[in-house]
Structure formats: structure tokens, C-alpha cells
């Protein structure tokens, strides 16, 4: 890799940030505070959206409906945005909230729960000041100071991962931050190699068959150019680095990896001339959006593919078979909803049930260099995640949260879905529950793909709780096998891991 281009990209692109105009510009945090505390009095299903006064919660023992799975131990780690409001000012958009990460400790003998904000710089320089300081992904802040690199800005808010033994909080534009795994204090920063320091190392890193990782860090998101592709063994030491060019601007959130290639798909923008990130960042339906298709074996090539506009933010599996490749996608209609989700819930307004969010696949030819997206069963879905240990040559079922209704406009059901055969089977918690994410666990000692449970959250507002559900991956319809609650609630989040 070429070390000193590399930096330059990254420097000019942290630099655009820091002097962007928009940090000259009035905000209108106060107003959206208002508005959401208003908001929440009316309709306590926005307590998944609140903000988390409190730096930490305590363990906390859940209360077990049902009977948990012998064989089922560990703990789900879960993390998401979290601290919206400071000094009467409060976030306009969801991805701006600091990270906050769960661990639900599960075992035969019980359910407990604890949490703790992420201690990145921007937070505890944020926490002393008693305001917030820096620019944000979303929302416009008054008198922000500019940003020296990209971790000045980390709220590390969206996932976890353990690798090599360590957990990590990661986001999209900045380092990964190492945690304590029984307390959650944060260690600090990873740094795989001295010149890499700060470098982008993205939210959804995959895990290879053979226990490695791969990631992508998109130096886009600062302003510069270019993507850097990560590989870390399973040991967390540092395989490889390298920089793939890229031609236009093009946003990716995550990726997809056969046993063979990683294929990453940018979606085209146009930028605004001031506002922050997601103000300034407008999708451009009217261009096709680029897919680089890059061989594990020499991640320093690409081969790029063009295919019609979508908007995706998640990938399910994927799969080569007769000269193609499949890659599972959450396909978005609306290019504006996309880049602000549950816009009007973080300003306390209600709106309507999300109509968009169809899985899709994206059939890559290697012979003949076309791509095509090909439709399934329109259900409204999110967050698919699979078996990994499904054949390389096939399809996965794909689990994910599902179905929403007027009364609150977010997922309140799982489903497990098989898009090749157009079969699925379909949990609802009920109407005014929402539900999360949920992880497949493997069955201990099993081998065909499928044979597990479903790990997820829930939140029921109603009843002033957060809680968490195990099902069979085999039997989704058959409902929980148990549910564990605790008698608080706290805001909803983007991702986990099940660490056993």
C-alpha cells in the first residue's frame, strides 16, 4: 500500500470536514429537543429513540419467562447511539447518538444485563464540557470545533466484534475502540500498525471460514477519495492493507464476501454546498451504482460492475454458482428516507410505517461482466443476517426483523425466510413490541446449517421494559422458547454479536 498516499487522502479528507461551512451555520437543536420530549409525553413507543442521561447501567438480573436452551451460554453484545441531548440541544438524525454497548450475559441459571457508554475522545471531551463540541454525521452543531481526524468525531455507535479475543465498538468513519469485555470500560483505539493509526476501519467486518476477518474503511466519508480494504487473522493481527481507487463518490454502509471475493457496492451522491454529512449528501438515482468485485487472493485487483440505483445499507449472504455471483440485499425505494431513518421520530413527530426495505438479489456474471437485480416476495425487512456455515455454492436463510403496523412504526416481529423457495415463517410480539436485530447462535455440537436459535432484543414501552427473546431458528413461528426482561428501558440500537 502506498503509505504516503494514503495519509494525504486521509488528511484532505478530514480537513473538508473540519472546514466545511455548515459549522458556521445557526442549528436548531433546542427546537428538535422540544419537539421530541413533546413527542415522547404522546407516544411512549419513542423511548426507543430517548436519550440516555446515565454513563453506564448497572447488572442488572433479568426477570425469565419460559425456559432458556441448555446448551446456550455467553453474551450478546449489542451497541447503538445513545446520548442524543446535551445542554438542551439534541440531535436531528439517529446515527449522530454516542455509542452505547449492551452485554446480556446468558446461562442456565439465568439472564443479566449491563451497559456503558463508549469512551471515545469527542465523548468525555464532550462530558466534561457539558455540550457537544464536534461535528456530527447528521446534524448541524453550533460553534463546533474543527475536528484534527477522524476520531475527534467517532461516536463508535453502531456494532461489536470480537476479534482475536477483543471486543470492539466500531462505526463507519474511524477507529475501532477495544472494550473490557466483563465491565465495558473502553481501552482505547486499535491500531494495527503505526501508519494505519486512525485510519477508517468500517462497522461490518466479516468472518472467513478460515477464522479470518475482512473490512473496508471508506475514506470517502472524510471528503477524500478511495477505499481501504482490511484483513486481520483470526488472531487479530494485521494480513494485509491495501487501497482500492475509486472514480466517483459512492456510499457504502456494508459489504458481502463469497468464499472467493468481497463485493462492495457504492451508491452514487451528489454533495450540497453546506450542512453536515447526511444534509449535504444527496443519493443520484439517475446513475447506476459501481460494485467492485475483489478476488481474496489478490485484494490489490478489482473488477467493477455497474447496476441500477439502489439504496442498501445491509447485505444478507452470498454465493457463486453456474459463473455468478448472489449477493442478498435490503433494497430502499425512497434514496431521501434511506439516508435519514426515522427522521421525524428523532424530531418527536410520528410518521408513517416504512413501506420500504425488500430483499433483492444482485447477480453478478463473471462471463459476460452484466448485473442485474432480481426480485423476491416484498416483505418490509432489515438487519438479515445468516448461518455462516451455509456452502458457498447455495443460498442462505436469512433471519431478520419484519412486519410493522400504524401504532408504531417499527419492526414488532421476526421472520426466517428461504428466498430461493419463497418460504417463511413469521413470530409477531405484538403490536406495540419492537423488535430488534436477531443473531443466529449455533446449536453446540450441530453441523447443518440452520440448526440454532435467534438471539434478539425487544422493547416494550408500554410496559416500561427492554428485554430479551431466544427462538429456534427452525421454528421461528413456534414464538420464543423463553424471553428475559428488565424493568427499565433504554434506547434502541443497530447491531450485535453472541460471544459463547
Known amino acids: 500500500m502506498n503509505r504516503r498516499r494514503f495519509l494525504r487522502d486521509l488528511l484532505s479528507g478530514a480537513a473538508a470536514l473540519a472546514c466545511t461551512p455548515a459549522l458556521l451555520r445557526a442549528a436548531t437543536g433546542n427546537d428538535v429537543a422540544a419537539g421530541f420530549a413533546a413527542g415522547l409525553q404522546r407516544h411512549p413507543w419513542m423511548a426507543g429513540w430517548k436519550n440516555m442521561d446515565a454513563d453506564s447501567l448497572a447488572p442488572t438480573a433479568a426477570t425469565v419467562r419460559g425456559r432458556w436452551p441448555k446448551g446456550l451460554a455467553g453474551t450478546l453484545y449489542r451497541n447503538g447511539p445513545a446520548r442524543f441531548e446535551r445542554d438542551g440541544f439534541r440531535y436531528a438524525h439517529w446515527f449522530d447518538g454516542d455509542g452505547m454497548v449492551h452485554a446480556w450475559h446468558v446461562d442456565e441459571r439465568g439472564v443479566s444485563h449491563r451497559a456503558r457508554m463508549v469512551a471515545t475522545p469527542k465523548y468525555t471531551r464532550e462530558q466534561a464540557a457539558g455540550r457537544f463540541l464536534y461535528p456530527a454525521a447528521g446534524t448541524t452543531i453550533p460553534d463546533a470545533r474543527a475536528i484534527r481526524n477522524n476520531d475527534d468525531a467517532n461516536v463508535a455507535n453502531t456494532s461489536v466484534a470480537v476479534i482475536g479475543g477483543r471486543l470492539l465498538a466500531l462505526w463507519e468513519g474511524g477507529s475501532a475502540f477495544e472494550l473490557e469485555p466483563d465491565s465495558l470500560a473502553t481501552r482505547g483505539p486499535v491500531t494495527w500498525r503505526e501508519d494505519l493509526a486512525l485510519a477508517p476501519f468500517s462497522a461490518h467486518p466479516l468472518r472467513d471460514r478460515d477464522g479470518s476477518w475482512w473490512n473496508f474503511g471508506s475514506i470517502s466519508l472524510l471528503g477524500g477519495s478511495g477505499l481501504l480494504i482490511w484483513h486481520l487473522g483470526a488472531d487479530g493481527r494485521l494480513l494485509g492493507a491495501t487501497q482500492l481507487a475509486t472514480e466517483q463518490h459512492g456510499y457504502l454502509h456494508s459489504f458481502a464476501m463469497t468464499d472467493r471475493h468481497l463485493i ?237
Open 264 to 500: 462492495l457496492m457504492l451508491m452514487p451522491f451528489r454533495f450540497s454546498e453546506s450542512g453536515a454529512f447526511f444534509e449535504r449528501m444527496h443519493f443520484a438515482p439517475d446513475l447506476p451504482c459501481r460494485v467492485a468485485v475483489v478476488p481474496k487472493s489478490a485484494p490489490d485487483t478489482v473488477r467493477w460492475f455497474d447496476v441500477d440505483f439502489a439504496a442498501v445499507y445491509h447485505f444478507g449472504d452470498a454465493f457463486e454458482r453456474g459463473g455468478e455471483i448472489h449477493v442478498r440485499a435490503v433494497r430502499h425505494t425512497d434514496p431521501a428516507g434511506a439516508s435519514s431513518p426515522m427522521g421525524a421520530t428523532m424530531r418527536g413527530e410520528r410518521e408513517p410505517a416504512p413501506t420500504s426495505g425488500q430483499l433483492r438479489t444482485l447477480r453478478l456474471d463473471l462471463r459476460s461482466g452484466r448485473a442485474r437485480w432480481q426480485t423476491h416476495a416484498d416483505h418490509v425487512m432489515e438487519f438479515p443476517l445468516f448461518d455462516p456455515r451455509t456452502p458457498g455454492d447455495r443460498g442462505a436463510r436469512l433471519y431478520a426483523p419484519t412486519a410493522v403496523t400504524p401504532d408504531v412504526p417499527y419492526f414488532n416481529a421476526v421472520m426466517s425466510f428461504d428466498p430461493e423457495r419463497d418460504h417463511r415463517r413469521v413470530h409477531r410480539y405484538g403490536d406495540r413490541v419492537m423488535a430488534e436485530e436477531h443473531v443466529f447462535v449455533p446449536r453446540p455440537g450441530s453441523r447443518k446449517p440452520g440448526q440454532g436459535w435467534l438471539v434478539g432484543t425487544l422493547l416494550d414501552a408500554d410496559r416500561g421494559r427492554s428485554g430479551l427473546a431466544v427462538l429456534d431458528a427452525e421454528h421461528v413461528d413456534d414464538g420464543p422458547l423463553a424471553e428475559a426482561w428488565l424493568p427499565y428501558t433504554f434506547p434502541l440500537g443497530f447491531h450485535g454479536t453472541f460471544a459463547g
